[in-house]
């Protein structure tokens, strides 16, 4: 499931996003490889992790990186005001007055 749907096996919810987004250029790359990589910044480690692949082709599953990346390094933990999944929109707000 994480690796499909991006949701932790232990906590059953969905890995915390990046805290922010970088380009970086690569060295060197070779013919078939990206020349920049789009890296994200991890909420736990601090480190810039790369969220693409450097080969230069289109992935059926864009978060794919990502996801490894969290489900070795989060271990259960989130982003700050990242551990409730609901959409607080005018419908969860009706249903909430509703009690439902």
């Keep these: 499931m994480q690796f499909a749907h991006g949701v932790s096996a232990t906590t059953g919810r969905p890995f915390s996003p990046p805290?922010?987004?970088r380009t970086s250029n690569r060295r060197?790359?070779?013919k078939l490889e990206r020349s920049e990589i789009l890296e994200g910044r991890c909420h736990?480690?601090?480190k810039w992790v790369p969220v693409e692949s450097?080969?230069?082709?289109?992935?059926?599953?864009?978060e794919l990186f990502w996801w490894k990346h969290a489900a070795t390094c989060h271990q259960g933990s989130q982003v700050p005001g990242d551990?409730?999944?609901?959409?607080?929109?005018?419908?969860f707000r009706r249903?909430?007055?509703?009690?439902l």
């Design 19 to 21: 805290l922010s987004y």
């Design 28 to 30: 060197q790359p070779l």
């Design 44 to 46: 736990k480690c601090k």
């Design 54 to 62: 450097i080969k230069d082709c289109e992935v059926k599953v864009k």
């Design 83 to 91: 551990d409730d999944f609901y959409e607080q929109d005018d419908m």
């Design 95 to 99: 249903l909430e007055e509703l009690g």
